[in-house]
């Protein structure tokens, strides 16, 4: 195996998925293209599937075409499908329209295409019962998404960064296998084995704020304050990871103890069982809760710092009786030494 091959494996362990069906995100783009030429180089050595005595590892390729740069979207969808014939491998895509989304929802449209991106992605794993779903983000996307949200303001959980796994649900994974690889080195595998990509110009367009971030904080920051930003940036999000994950297993063994009942709609805690500490400590009551809504799959999009904070003072402030509200229609109610968090969608 080469260099990258190797690298790959490193960051995702192929005793993980060996044997597996994986969907592969490809939108086009170097990052995509090289991730999945990775795998499908590693998967046709026949040294790899002889490892195991199971089926062959089936790759499956999905692409979602936004729609959002006319002739250009159409042309990356024809390049992801001309890539998986090539390569032989089964391929679907979807148009979707996300304007209308972003809209009703009052969100931003990247937001609202990410959204629409990841539950497709979602539906089509389940209906292929693949095990894992597979995202192209690199070295570069972490440094970014934690400069990002520095600069909008975050704790621990944001400064840890993106994860390398994630769980959408019993059955499926999301892995994210080149975290630890720049873009550089990927555009350098892809000019080693010459394969193309797609190029999007709006990765330039300084409208979006991820872009004047990569193109214009970044550099001024390795050129003015610190020529090896990205590594202390990458340093930080370790530490702080580390100490969420401490933070987490306290939160956890709390929840098991508090959270009373739990059904999809309905969280009841009885603050009677929490130590004074514990209730005393709005850090400490924020996690437990947060854990606890985690646990319940409930959205935490639109909860801010400061929802979170009313959500602890409810669970630690006077004993009254009172519906509060919280983003995505969830309901707040503090009955005595019980807080009912009710979620209505």
Not at 47 to 74: C, M, W, Y
Not at 318 to 340: S, Y
Request: glycine share 4%; net charge negative.
């Amino acid at each position: 195996m080469n260099p990258f091959e190797d690298r790959l494996l490193e960051n995702w362990p192929s005793a993980a998925w060996q044997g597996q069906t994986i969907l592969v995100a490809v939108s086009g783009g170097a990052d995509s293209v090289a991730l999945l030429r990775l795998l499908h180089a590693i998967c046709g050595k026949s040294s790899f599937e002889a490892e195991i005595s199971r089926p062959p590892t089936k790759l499956i390729v999905g692409h979602i075409n936004h729609q959002s740069r006319g002739e250009a979207s159409d042309e990356d969808a024809e390049f992801v499908q001309r890539l998986a014939e090539e390569l032989q491998l089964p391929c679907r895509i979807e148009r979707i329209m996300v304007e209308p989304r972003s809209e009703l929802r009052r969100e931003s449209w990247e937001s609202a295409a990410r959204e629409a991106r990841y539950a497709i992605l979602q539906k089509w794993a389940e209906e292929i019962s693949a095990k894992w779903l597979v995202t192209a983000h690199t070295q570069d996307d972490q440094v970014e998404t934690i400069l990002h949200r520095v600069l909008r303001g975050t704790g621990l959980t944001g400064l840890a960064g993106i994860p390398p796994e994630r769980s959408l649900s019993d059955t499926l994974t999301l892995a994210r296998p080149l975290l630890s690889i720049s873009k550089q080195e990927l555009l350098d595998y892809l000019s080693a084995i010459k394969q193309s990509f797609r190029e999007d110009h709006t990765n330039t367009d300084p409208t979006f704020t991820r872009n004047r971030i990569r193109h214009e904080l970044l550099p001024l920051l390795e050129t003015s304050f610190n020529p090896k930003v990205q590594q202390s940036l990458l340093q930080l999000s370790q530490l702080a990871g580390e100490a969420q994950s401490l933070i987490d297993l306290n939160a956890e063994h709390w929840v098991s103890i508090a959270l009373v009942e739990s059904t999809p709609s309905l969280m009841e805690w009885d603050l009677a069982l929490l130590p004074e500490a514990i209730r005393q400590s709005p850090a400490m009551l924020r996690e437990i809760l947060r854990t606890g809504w985690r646990q319940q799959g409930w959205p935490e999009q639109g909860m801010t710092f400061s929802h979170w904070n009313r959500l602890a003072e409810l669970a630690s402030g006077p004993r009254r009786r009172e519906m509060q509200m919280f983003p995505k229609a969830i309901r707040v109610m503090r009955r005595r030494e019980r807080l009912v968090v009710g979620n209505r969608e």
